[in-house]
Every structure is written in C-alpha cells, then in structure tokens.
C-alpha cells in the first residue's frame, strides 16, 4: 500500500510518546476540556491477553474506571507501526468520562511485529470482535475488577489511521452488530469500501487538513456516502499524529469532543453534543449530522 512509507516515517518522528503500561493515574492529571463536562474517575490500566485463534496473540491494553457503576466499552485499533500505549493519553481521557477502553495489538501492524504487513488489515475487524467477546466476558468472570461493572449493549469502535479503516470495516463487509457507535480518526475506506451494513449507528470522523500520510479525502471518501447519523471534526492545522497522540491543543480538541461524542452515543447524554461544537475550542469545526 501507497501509505506504508509515510506512516514508517512518521512513527520514527513519534517515538519519544511511549508510554509504560503500568497502574494509571488519577484523570486530574489529563489535558483537555473533558473536567468541565463531568464528574473526571480515577482510571487504571492492565493488560489482558486474548488470542484470535493459536497464531493471532492480541495482547490488549485495558483503561477502565476504578469507580463503581457499569460503564460502556470502546474497542481501539491502533496505527501501522503504533502501539496500543502510544494512545495512553487519549484513553486515560476516555476513561475518566466513563469508558472501558479495549485496545489490542495486532500481530502484523504494530511497531515491534516480527512481520509488518499492512495488507493484514482485513484480519483486523475479526481480531477485534474476539477482543470484543473477551472483553465483554469480564462482567461475568469471578474475581475480576471488572466483574457487574460493563455495559454490554454500550459498545463503540475506534481507530487511528490504519486503525481507523480497520473500525470502518466493523461496520461495512465485517459488520459486528454489537457496535452502536465509531470514531475513525485520520481513517478512510481502505480497503473494506462504503457498504454499510447493519443497524444504524452513529460515527464520528476526525482529520487534520494538513495531515500528509492520510489525505483529508480519504476521510471524506468514507464520510460522504453514510447515510446514518454522522459528524465530521476538521482540523485545519491537524497533521496524521499529534492531535491523536498530544499534547497540543489540536489534541485537547480531540479528546473533549470524541469524549462529548462517546457519551451523547452511548450514555445519552444530550448535552454532551451539544457541548461538540463549543469544546472544539476554536481548533477545529464540526459538522454535525447527528
């Protein structure tokens, strides 16, 4: 694939983002706009390991409240050549709005693989449906933190590049009736096409108009033709990372208003759409076709 240089590049300029994956923090400590939204949890993070069959290990990074309650789950897939940490930041965020945060590493696409092949992609949807159940199972699992504390029909997608066509895949030739809602950031149709499938559920897009690894086209190329409730974040200054990774205030811009996104798709809380617009703090525009 034509991207496979350009997103190489790119990972070498980001390196310096990694993030251990140790006993996470208090939210306090998370930039963005999110505090003024709602009550911000305290968050933890771990690792489950899932296999998608004996040659497909998914080693996946978990963000959760440590509060009670029952909470929604987002599965994410990361970039070619990123890693489920790099993103901590933005989790941590997601998090302390409320969200259980799933995010695999796949065995073809991440920094690291013994085997980088972009092309594995159309494995991606399949391995993030078994992350999905294993995830989903922990509400019934005796002992675990997470026992009685998931919301099983709360579920969304995201994704980042490479990551975001794999989410646009969950909902197209590899619907995954679970999902009512996605986020593709910096994605595009590649390679799974505009076939929507399924139920409605609404999706947000967010991509920098300077982002040279991802085209603004290519978002709009996935955007344009969905016919159910959709949004788009355009971001003039955006590039292919920083507004996903941080922190800058096109980062800050993200977080509150995939946040706000989250938790008007699968909390209902109406004021938190309300709230996108405003919380795009003058970084970037939504269209809101909600």
């Known amino acids: 694939m034509r991207l496979v240089r350009l997103l190489l590049a790119c990972s070498v300029l980001m390196t310096g983002l990694l993030v251990g994956c140790g006993r996470g923090d208090g939210a306090g400590s998370n930039s963005g706009s999110t505090s003024s939204a709602a009550a911000q949890l305290a968050v933890t993070e771990r690792t489950l390991q899932v296999a998608n069959g004996a040659d497909r290990p998914l080693p996946t990074l978990l963000v959760h409240p440590t509060t009670a309650g029952r909470f929604p789950v987002v599965v994410f897939s990361h970039g070619y050549t990123r890693r489920p940490e790099d993103y901590l930041r933005l989790f941590r965020i997601w998090a302390a709005a409320g969200f259980i945060v799933a995010a695999p590493t796949f065995p073809h696409s991440a920094r690291g693989s013994k085997s980088l092949d972009d092309n594995d992609i159309v494995n991606q949807p399949g391995d993030n449906a078994a992350v999905l159940t294993a995830v989903l199972a922990l509400d019934t699992t005796q002992g675990d933190p ?30 995954d009736d679970r999902l009512k809602a996605g986020i593709v950031l910096a994605g595009g149709q590649w390679p799974f096409g505009v076939g929507y499938s399924g139920s409605p559920a609404p999706i947000l897009f967010v991509h920098g108009r300077l982002d040279s690894v991802v085209k603004f086209e290519g978002s709009t190329e996935a955007y344009e033709p969905l016919a159910w409730p959709k949004a788009l974040l355009d971001l003039p200054d955006g590039d292919h990372l920083a507004p996903y990774l941080g922190p800058n205030r096109d980062f800050d811009a993200v977080a509150a208003v995939t946040a706000d996104f989250l938790r008007w798709a699968l909390l209902g809380d109406r004021p938190a759409r309300e709230r996108m617009a405003g919380d795009a703090g003058g970084r970037g525009k939504v269209e809101d076709r909600l």
Request: proline fraction near 0%; charge should be positive; charged fraction near 15%.
């Open 146 to 175: 997470l026992q009685g504390r998931i919301d099983s029909g709360a579920v969304a997608a995201a994704g980042h590049s490479l990551g975001g066509m794999t989410t646009v895949g969950m909902f197209t030739k590899h619907r």
